[in-house]
T-cell receptor, first 113, second 114 residues
Framework: KAGVTQTPRYLIKTRGQQVTLSCSPISGHRSVSWYQQTPGQGLQFLFEYFSETQRNKGNFPGRFSGRQFSNSRSEMNVSTLELGDSALYLC????????????FGPGTRLTVT | KQEVTQIPAALSVPEGENLVLNCSFTDSAIYNLQWFRQDPGKGLTSLLLIQSSQREQTSGRLNASLDKSSGRSTLYIAASQPGDSATYLCAVPAGGTSYGKLTFGQGTILTVHP
């Protein structure tokens, strides 16, 4: 079965702009989590959605937001981009988002100039 | 607060060696532990998931063990190959109502040279 897909794979944006990233989970999975990965901070949890509801949120400013649609696809949005937002953004899907195996997508590489 | 540590941070070995990667966690009340592989600039590939009730899990040349009481897991790679070169990460669910959140170690960068 198809894995987790993320679009776009690469993005270059300018400071102050906003960006939307998309994640399509494995068919049947209802939980989608988002992570930011940087060389200095490693993998940091952004938020998790299940059945269109945000159940968990990491310690990121309000400029980072997300949503989930009825087909479980998820988007995350970053407004007023800063240079420090340059990172690899990864999403992961699982059946319940609780104690089951998580599967990651290939990531979206965001560069802010 | 769960903390995960991986040792060593980097490892360079000749092809054919058997090797062990270590992962330790501070809160032993975990449901499972997952090992991932990450190639440079790519996403994470799930290698093995060990449930809290299991002691070992095997997939091909990989074997992962879990000792909850001591807060440790090891990933054993047999007969290493250059294609095994990657960063290896271990992760545990954050627990409680912290849905979808995995707590990761900083990873072990493995280089297998021919």
């Amino acid at each position: 079965k198809a894995g987790v897909t993320q679009t776009p794979r690469y993005l270059i944006k300018t400071r102050g702009q906003q960006v939307t990233l998309s994640c399509s989970p494995i068919s049947g999975h209802r939980s989608v989590s988002w992570y930011q990965q940087t060389p200095g901070q490693g993998l940091q949890f952004l938020f998790e959605y299940f059945s269109e509801t945000q159940r968990n949120k990491g310690n990121f400013p309000g400029r980072f937001s997300g949503r989930q649609f009825s087909n479980s696809r998820s988007e995350m949005n970053v407004s007023t981009l800063e240079l420090g937002d340059s990172a690899l953004y990864l999403c992961a899907s699982s059946w319940s988002g609780s104690i089951d195996e998580q599967y990651f997508g290939p990531g979206t590489r965001l560069t802010v100039t | 607060k769960q903390e995960v540590t991986q040792i060593p941070a980097a490892l360079s070995v000749p092809e054919g060696e058997n090797l062990v990667l270590n992962c330790s966690f501070t809160d032993s009340a975990i449901y499972n532990l997952q090992w991932f592989r990450q190639d440079p600039g790519k996403g994470l590939t799930s290698l093995l998931l060990i449930q809290s009730s299991q002691r070992e899990q095997t997939s091909g040349r990989l074997n992962a063990s879990l000792d909850k009481s001591s807060g440790r897991s090891t990933l054993y790679i047999a007969a290493s190959q250059p294609g095994d070169s990657a960063t290896y990460l271990c992760a545990v669910p954050a627990g409680g109502t912290s849905y979808g959140k995995l707590t990761f170690g900083q990873g072990t960068i493995l280089t297998v040279h021919p």
